[in-house]
């Protein structure tokens, strides 16, 4: 089901959504334009952000999420067009994330090996 993005003036149009069941797409924050132009900084893939259906969306006040946002930009881990309606992940919050990811699976593979070495029969 394509994802509905409101631009100005009350039109909506449908967009491409990403892959079912992701958190971007039960948010709506993933639309199929993204865009990476020359001259942008450091030239980040943008995407569309509309506070107001993600708000609708997750069942959140627009100033909370409004909060999230700017906060998020405050820390340097994405930046905004507001008058776009879009943002970009920073390589910062990239790398953050990529790091969490491979501590918090690096644990749960340790978790399950010693899981297994407890359950295992003597050998003999």
Same mark, same amino acid.
């Given at each position: ?8 003036? !009350? ?12 958190? @971007?797409?039960? @948010?709506g924050?993933?639309? !199929? *334009?993204? *865009? ?5 900084? !450091?030239?980040?893939?943008? &995407?569309?952000?509309? @506070?107001?259906?993600?708000?609708? /969306? ?16 405050a ?16 390589? /910062?919050?990239? %790398?953050? *994330?990529?790091?969490? &990811? /491979?501590? &918090? ?9 010693? @899981?297994?070495? %407890? ?6």
């Open positions: 089901m394509p994802a509905i993005s409101s631009r100005g003036r !009350g039109k909506r149009r449908p967009e491409t959504a990403p892959g079912p069941g992701s958190t @971007a797409s039960i @948010a924050i993933g639309s !199929g *334009s993204s *865009s990476s132009a020359a001259g942008e900084p !450091g030239d980040l893939a943008w &995407f569309d952000l509309h @506070a107001r259906e993600v708000a609708a /969306r997750l069942g959140l006040s627009h100033s909370h999420v409004r909060n999230v946002i700017n906060r998020s930009e820390e340097g881990l994405l930046v905004q067009d507001r008058s776009r309606g879009r943002v970009a992940l920073t390589p /910062r919050l990239l %790398t953050e *994330s990529e790091a969490w &990811f /491979r501590s &918090f699976w690096g644990w749960i593979v340790e978790t399950a090996q010693r @899981a297994q070495a %407890t359950e295992a029969p003597p050998p003999g």
